[in-house]
């Protein structure tokens, strides 16, 4: 069965530089969320979209920004990069809100 | 606020001796909770809901609204149960289905 995609799997990038990552979820899931786990530390949510809007916001930094698109797929913009942006970033995607959530193999991010 | 607390970072057990990772919640409200299991470069799998009281790969956990907790047992271990385990629940200010993980908890399983 399909499962969520995430690319790049691993990304290096430098300080102030820009990032962005792709989520592609289960076929007909109508619902992303967007996690980020620094080192050593539990998930923690940024953002979610359900029907290519969004619908909840947690810590993300002014700095990031996403969306969902058409088909469904979403992207996290990540600018002026920090040392602190270093970490697994997860997407996952459900069916509508609060059911379910298939997680990505995530996108691991070290900023330099 | 609402919060999940696993209070082990590290559970180390020899095979064949049983498991029992802590999970405790605290809000107001029906909770809802679930553990999630991710193995050595896997991604996180949903392993276990409340509401559905079934038993996967030999894990159980039972909801004790008294003690706010929802603890994951397995009567015996296997080495391949070794793998971090997070407790969560989409109880946020907002019904969006957020998650909100607990610290997790490493399982090894010694042989």
């Known amino acids: 069965a399909a499962g969520v995609i995430q690319s790049p799997r691993h990304l290096i990038k430098e300080k102030r530089e820009t990032a962005t990552l792709k989520c592609y979820p289960i076929?007909?899931?109508?619902?992303v969320y967007w996690y980020q786990q620094g080192p050593g530390q539990d998930p923690q949510f940024l953002i979610s979209?359900?029907?290519?809007?969004?619908?909840d916001k947690g810590s993300i930094p002014d700095r990031f920004s996403a969306q969902q698109f058409s088909d469904y797929h979403s992207e996290l913009n990540m600018s002026s990069l920090e040392l602190g942006d270093s970490a697994l970033y997860f997407c996952?995607?459900?069916?509508?809100?609060?059911?379910?959530?298939?997680f990505g193999p995530g996108t691991r991010l070290t900023v330099l | 606020a609402q919060r999940v607390t696993q209070p082990e970072k590290l559970l180390s057990v020899f095979k064949g001796a049983p498991v029992e990772l802590k999970c405790n919640y605290s809000?107001?409200?029906?909770?809802?909770l679930f553990w999630y299991v991710q193995y050595s470069r896997q991604r996180l799998q949903l392993l276990l809901r409340?509401?559905s009281r079934e038993s996967i790969k030999g894990f159980t956990a039972d909801l004790n609204k008294g003690e706010t907790s929802f603890h994951l047992k397995k009567p015996f271990a296997q080495e391949e149960d070794s793998a971090m385990y997070y407790c969560?629940?989409?109880?946020?200010?907002?019904?969006?289905?957020?998650?909100?993980f607990g610290q997790g908890t490493t399982l090894q399983v010694k042989p």
């Open positions: 996952a995607s459900s069916l509508e809100e609060g059911n379910e959530q298939f």
């Open positions: 076929p007909r899931h109508d619902t």
């Open positions: 979209f359900y029907e290519k809007m969004q619908s």
């Open positions: 809000y107001s409200g029906s909770p809802e």
């Open positions: 409340h509401i």
């Open positions: 969560a629940s989409p109880r946020g200010s907002s019904n969006t289905g957020k998650l909100i």
